[in-house]
Every structure is written in structure tokens, then in C-alpha cells.
């Protein structure tokens, strides 16, 4: 069964602060992993994906992730937040063995405030 | 681009009626999701189709019915709505390719429904 835990529901950092939202996976083979963002009153995005290959992950606005298979961990970064970073932020997973539809399991979400 | 619509945005109905939500995608998708999402929970499924006429359930059918007639449209209905029921509700759609579990899904903007 899979199952994804983000830690800290709302995080707080200051305009040009390292964000560093963090998600942990249970899976007993590494699955695969993702991270959306949602903007007020909108549907989610894609930010970035883990699939196969380089461990370290580059998505859009600048954000990363690293996929850690020894602490089956996926946390994401970016070095410097902006006012726009504000949103929500959702880790999932899908499974390496695609049956039917592959769906994905998402954690509970993390909500970024960026203070000025 | 990859579109995928829902048919409103906002939506009021009082109990005991009998709702639909519209989906359509554009990109010719085999895979179509039906989630909800509340704060807190972050996402739930709702029903997946991987085909016409396909449906499966997912984690929270209760209360829920879906139907698959066309590829691009997927439809979840509401027999007869409830208070619980109110929620945003969130579209996807993802292609299906042998092998390629890692494809992200394509969220549509919402519907956030109340029901009174």
C-alpha cells in the first residue's frame, strides 16, 4: 500500500528564505513521485517529477527535489522564496506497477506563506 | 497545451437534489479521475475511468456515481446531495502508455460546491 506523509500543514518563510517543504513516502519499492502546487481558487500544476535517473529533480520556478531511497523521503526546495511562491504545495506517489489507471496518492498538503 | 474543463466553477444546490459535474479533457486521455478535496484531507478519490465505460472506484464512492459515454467526458453525479457533500471537486485526466507510470495527471480548475 502507498502512502505519503507531508510534514507541517502551514509553513512560514520570509521573502528570500530557503523553503523546504518536506514529504516522506511508504511503499515497499521506491514509487514514483511528484509534486503539484496549488494557487488560490485554481486546479493543481505539476512542479516536478521523479521517475528513473538523476536523484536530484529540477521543476519549474526554480524549485527541486531530491528523491533520498534510504530515507524514502522526496523533499522540496527552492533557495530563495518570492511573494508568489504563496500556495499549496501537495507531494504524491504512483506505483512502478501500472494497473488500470496508475493513481496517484497525495498527501495532505502544505500551505506556504511567504511574509515580506 | 493540455486543457482540461469543468463545467462550473461554483455551484449551490440544496439537499436531497440530484447534482452533475462535468469534465472534459481534450487531449484524448484514456485516464479520467474524480477527486475531492477538503482541508486537511488534501486529496481524495472519488471514481477513476480508464476507459469509455469503465469506472472503478476509489477511496470515498459513497454517495458518488460517475459516468464514462465519450472518452473526453467524465461525469460525477451526486444521487442526492447531502451537506457532507459540500467540497471542492477536482477533475484529472492522464494518458495511459505500457511502461509509463510516471505520466502526471492534468487537474482541471474545480468545482466548488456547497450544498445547503
Known amino acids: 500500500a502507498q502512502s505519503v506523509t507531508q510534514l507541517g500543514s502551514h509553513v512560514s518563510v520570509s521573502e528570500g528564505a530557503l523553503v523546504l517543504l518536506r514529504c516522506n513516502y511508504s511503499?515497499?519499492?521506491?514509487?514514483?513521485l511528484f509534486w503539484y502546487v496549488q494557487y488560490p481558487n485554481q486546479g493543481l500544476q505539476l512542479l516536478l517529477k521523479?521517475?528513473?535517473?538523476?536523484?536530484l529533480v529540477k521543476g519549474i520556478n526554480g524549485f527541486e527535489a531530491e528523491f533520498k531511497k534510504s530515507e524514502t523521503s522526496f523533499h522540496l526546495t527552492k533557495p530563495s522564496a518570492h511573494m508568489s511562491d504563496a500556495a499549496e504545495y501537495f507531494c504524491a506517489v504512483s506505483s512502478r506497477y501500472q494497473t488500470g489507471a496508475n493513481n496517484l496518492f497525495f498527501g495532505t498538503g502544505t500551505r506556504l506563506t511567504v511574509i515580506p | 497545451d493540455v486543457k482540461v474543463t469543468q463545467s462550473s466553477r461554483y455551484l449551490v444546490k440544496r439537499t436531497g437534489e440530484k447534482v452533475f459535474l462535468e469534465c472534459v479533457q481534450d487531449?484524448?486521455?484514456?485516464?479520467m479521475f474524480w477527486y475531492r478535496q477538503d482541508p486537511g484531507l488534501g486529496l481524495r478519490l472519488i471514481y477513476f475511468s480508464y476507459d469509455v465505460k469503465m469506472k472503478e472506484k476509489g477511496d470515498i464512492p459513497e454517495g458518488y456515481s460517475v459516468s464514462r459515454e465519450k472518452k473526453e467526458r467524465f461525469s460525477l453525479i451526486l444521487e442526492s446531495a447531502s451537506t457532507n457533500q459540500t467540497s471542492m471537486y477536482l477533475c484529472?485526466?492522464?494518458?495511459?502508455?505500457?511502461?509509463?507510470?510516471?505520466?502526471?495527471?492534468?487537474f482541471g480548475p474545480g468545482t466548488r460546491l456547497t450544498v445547503l
Open positions: 521523479y521517475t528513473t535517473g538523476a536523484t
Open positions: 487531449m484524448d486521455h484514456e485516464n
Open positions: 484529472a485526466s492522464r494518458p495511459y502508455e505500457p511502461g509509463q507510470g510516471g505520466n502526471e495527471q492534468f
Open positions: 511503499s515497499s519499492v521506491p514509487p514514483y
